[in-house]
């Protein structure tokens, strides 16, 4: 039977493996071995990690000498030696010899003074893994020490070598050969990769650590004292079973707490209960096997990986125990990579020297569990000290938590004469207290988010209270995508009238089951976060958006079979208007709703009112066939497709994950020499309120030119509308706004996510005479391919850069859309667009839909601003130019604009073109 000592708690991996140095090869020293050799210790060859095993019933000495033997082979580690040469410690790979496994009879009188003898025999030059068997007399037992230095194994060690040993043993008794795979990663390769970590993550965790503050020693009345192991004591608290079980399954239930939070939450609240800086200063342990992005696998490695590191407790002024749960596990989750980048920088790059000991060290070793299997089981007698009596501890109180058949034991650990027992005892009865506190809260609470489990949210812990306050099943936080941000800017700025409301109105033809219809909308909001977002600014530092698990869908349903086409048409408008007037309460999702309106047996209208927030214009297309597609399967009975979606959040992480001083440095270049913006006349007849205009422009011979010049539409249609601005703003040099797609190649899944990736950029029109009208415009393209390269900056900064005095750098905004239209079903629902109404906080937005060999273009323009015989004018000169391109030399030889020809009553003083 096979004794398994294994880290069984949330936060424990799967030890991991490293391929062995060969016999004789010497290689440094790792973190923790570092720190073991600092302390200086009087006696450093006996500190020991060991473990004693009782065998009940007949034991096989050659069989276990075999197996044993095939184990320490596996495992190059059990055979180190450690040399020092110049004041620098090393270690090497050496032989396993046979007679560091002795087996002898001893009474149970004599084997204390034998346990205690063999646990001081191990030599650092020499062997680092010594085993004593002893028998009964009578042959009813076996009691087995593995003495071994800590310098060679830890606790997931000890757990592969007693996997492998019951497996060999069984094998070896059988008459079987025994043949244990070499570690696929050694330590010695785990060595050299600490030794050669990229840059990237040294600065990360320095980042860290260096804004991490040691505190004040705890308020304790301790003596002065040598601090030796032959001067500590211990005493013991445990956990009935009972509450131990209610322990582990109530843990995560809350808060997604694994027991050691809970179990250090506890540590935390009784030692600084009464501290006026609610602080605890702390060194913790974790099994330090990260892999750091780097293929290892280090499941099968034996040797000493622990991660020691410092840590200050925080706990928040209220002695709420949820409040403590949620900030202790925030506080360890944050910690990169389990601790293990201060060892590295410490020891292996000389930084934080100054960081102080800790008075405290808590280590949770998990489960210890033996395997009903076999023969063995873990024997909790007495078995001789495992560091030698005058070596010196290195903290004043060790916490020590296990479980053991079902209980949880707490060992206490101090120097006998720095503080009496009595105020330990009362001390660990105060934990046991907070304990059972903690864990009664678990079992009632309800689940709620805590900060680590929101790793983009970017906000304070009291910010998250208030958020769960409004939200208290909130399933995630998010910042805001650049556009966002100017979006949420704008409608909170004109509540009255919110410019960035979207609607849609299209024709369903054919036979419409409302049912599946409605199922199937509400399917794809279930489907997406981003249609379940809400929109925060107050009680928040800057605005975020927050995901719930649930957004249902409002669907207002209304019957027009029996009205006349005039009365049916009127009715549209005035809904579609009281509809967009409704606006939205931008903190409750979804940020949409439908009016489904039947004009007859075979025939609806649907009204979808969305705001801009939750969807850009190409993922409402990707919406719309999303519906129609879950709309056919249930239709058809097929069950529509339930894996799971890509969401916003990944676009939201790759933003976090850009190099904002290149994208900096290309739009300060970008917009170096822009004194000014260039702007339209202003409205002499102003009115209140958005209209728009549309209009078909034919671009059939500007296409084709554009195709053998290799130029792309969206180009063609920059450059024409450049032209036209050139004369009303009088300038060769000023910008033009233009949207962009904004979703980055390099995002797996980005042409499938839903949200609002587009973003608002200027494009710097620089006119250039001198150049023929193909350069030119190929020159404009190649510039928006690099302004897209950098098209995720916010437009609020990219402003700030520009340093203008003026807070929009154009005031003409140009759309191209090239959408996914929506399709007919395969159960025969025909989808035609009817009408579509957005707008912005622009005085002109043109958004183009190329449609063939037509642009059709919508005109949205505010009326307060912008005059409607303006617009107009605008069009018809962009009418104009788009025929006159093909056979225009260069930018310059450019015809005056309809607006400017003495046919024409001018209406608008243009500057000479020059």
Known sequence: MSAQLARDDEEASTPAADTPGDPGASFGLTPIQHWFFEQDLAAPQHWNMSVYLRFDGAFDRDAFADALADVVAAHPMLRARFTRTDDQWRQRIGEWRRDDFVNRIATADERPALLAQWQTSLALDGSLLRVLAL???????????????????????????????????????????????????????????????????????????????????????????????????????????????????????????????????????????????????????????????????????????????????????????GQILR????????????????????????????????????????????????????????????????????????????????????????????????????LSERYLTALRELIDHLAQAAPRRTLSDLPLAGIEARELETLGERYPQLEDVYPLAPLQEGLLFHSLLNDDADPYINQMTVVLDGELDRGAFRAAWQRVIDRHTILRSGFVVQGLASARQVVCPRAILPVRIEDWADLEQADAELRLSELQAREHATGFDLTTPPLMRLALIQRAANQHWLVWTRHHLALDGWSSGLLLAEVLRIYADLRSGTQPDASPAPQFREYLHWLQTQDASAAHAFWCEELVGLDEPATLPESMQPESGYTTTRRELDAASALAWAQRHQLTANTVLQGALGLVLRRYYGRDDFVLGVTTAGR???????????????????????????????????????????????????????????ALDSAALFDVLLVFENLPAPRATEIGLQVQELAHHAHSNYPLMLTVLPDGKRFRIEASFDRSRVDAWLVEQLLDDLAFVLAQLPSLASPQALPPLPSQSPAETPRLSLADDT
């Open 135 to 321: 028998a009964e007399p009578d042959a009813s037992a076996t009691y087995v020490l593995f003495a071994a230095h800590h310098l060679v194994v830890d606790a997931v060690s000890w757990r592969i070598i007693f996997e492998e040993l019951q497996h060999a043993y069984s094998r070896r008794r059988a008459g079987e050969a025994v043949s244990l795979p070499p570690e696929p990663v050694g330590f010695g390769q785990w060595q050299h990769q600490l030794t050669h970590l990229p840059e990237e993550t040294l600065e990360r965790w320095r980042a860290y650590w260096s804004d991490q503050e040691a505190t004040a020693d705890l308020d304790l009345p301790w003596r002065e004292s040598a601090n030796r192991y032959g001067d500590a004591m211990t005493t013991q608290c445990r956990l009935d079973a009972t509450t131990t079980q209610r322990l582990i399954a109530n843990a995560a239930r809350a808060y997604g707490n694994n027991v050691q939070e809970v179990l250090l939450a506890a540590l935390a609240s009784s030692l600084v209960a009464s501290s006026q800086e609610r602080t605890l200063w702390v060194e913790l342990e974790a099994h330090g096997r990260e892999t750091l992005g780097v293929d290892l696998d280090l499941s099968r490695t034996v040797g000493w990986f622990t991660a020691r590191y410092p840590m200050a407790l925080r706990l928040l002024e209220s002695n709420d125990a």
């Open 327 to 426: 900030a202790v596990k925030d506080q360890l989750r944050a910690v990169p990579d389990r601790g293990l980048g201060y060892g590295v920088l410490r020891y292996l790059h000389g930084e934080l020297r100054e960081v102080p000991t800790a008075q405290v060290c808590f280590n949770y070793l998990g489960k210890l569990r033996t395997d009903p299997r076999a023969n063995w089981t873990w024997c909790e007698e007495e078995h001789g000290p495992g560091r030698a009596p005058n070596n010196r501890r290195k903290h004043l109180l060790d916490v020590n938590a296990v479980l053991i058949e079902g209980e949880l034991r707490i060992d206490w650990t101090w120097p006998n004469d720095a503080l009496a027992r009595e105020e330990i005892e009362a």
């Open 744 to 802: 980055p190649a390099e995002l797996p899944g980005v042409e499938h996510i839903l949200g609002v990736f587009i973003n608002s950029l200027p494009l710097r029109m620089r006119i250039q005479a001198e150049r023929s009208l193909s350069d030119w415009l190929s020159h404009l393209q190649h510039r928006n391919a690099q302004m897209r390269t950098h098209g995720h900056v916010p437009l609020a900064e990219i402003q700030r850069l520009a």
